[in-house]
């Protein structure tokens, strides 16, 4: 079956810090891929997407390369804010209305 | 604006007792899912409905409920069955079954004690 494997957290980084969340993935078919973001008690946001390989997904500074031949979508923030904290899903979806989720990233950016 | 909303953002039951979360969309979406999130987990999915009147199982449906009546609700009844329903429910809607990305709803604490 499909599933996503998430970087564990929980990450903590300095203001105007490099982030890096990794990401893989298994699946069967050609998955899209997403990065969802959740801040304390709310649901999921989309936060970018890719949908075939070599595309790259993009948002409010966020990252992130469809890489088939490492089967990998990890994401990139070239310098986090503390308004970046929150925790951050991977996800895939090879049939249309069933997504599989990774476990979550939190990250926390101090000042 | 357009969304999603599930009401109430906290919920308190007594153990035995069924109880239903709301969850209601103005986006015109076709599909709608339920998924339960636990404390530094993912998300698992309980129901979905690609259309009215139509709904099939998730990976954890034992001890749920759902009906699709009308295309914008999709109400959850946690029933007596269900073995640990503390959690935090999300609901979520996408435009058809084409569509890949997901909209979520702000989520209900359900505590039963």
């Known amino acids: 079956g499909n599933s996503v494997t998430q970087m564990e957290g929980p990450v903590t980084l300095s203001e105007e810090a490099f982030l890096t969340i990794n990401c893989t993935y298994t699946?069967?078919?050609?998955?899209?891929l997403f990065w969802y973001v959740q801040y304390p008690g709310e649901g999921l946001q989309l936060l970018l997407k890719a949908t075939k390989a070599d595309d790259k997904g993009s948002n409010k500074g966020f990252e992130a390369t469809y890489r088939k031949e490492t089967t990998s979508f990890h994401l990139e923030k070239g310098s986090v804010q503390v308004s970046d904290s929150a925790v951050y899903f991977c996800?895939?979806?090879?049939?249309?209305?069933?997504?599989?989720f990774g476990d979550g990233t939190t990250l926390t950016v101090k000042p | 604006d357009g969304g999603i909303t599930q009401s109430p953002k906290y919920l308190f039951r007594k153990e035995g007792q069924n109880v239903t979360l709301s969850c209601e969309q103005n986006l015109n979406h076709d599909a709608m899912y339920w998924y339960r999130q636990d404390p530094g987990q993912g998300l698992r999915l309980i129901y979905y409905?690609?259309?009215?009147?139509?709904?099939q199982k998730g990976d954890i449906a034992e001890g749920y409920s759902v009906s699709r009546e009308k295309k914008e609700s999709f109400p959850l009844t946690v029933t007596s069955a269900q073995k640990n329903p503390t959690a935090f429910y999300l609901c979520a809607s996408s435009p058809s079954i084409e569509s890949y990305e997901q909209y979520f709803g702000p989520g209900t604490r359900l505590t039963v004690t």
């Open positions: 996800a895939l979806n090879t049939n249309a209305g069933k997504s599989t």
């Open positions: 699946a069967t078919g050609y998955p899209s």
């Open positions: 409905s690609q259309i009215v009147n139509d709904f």
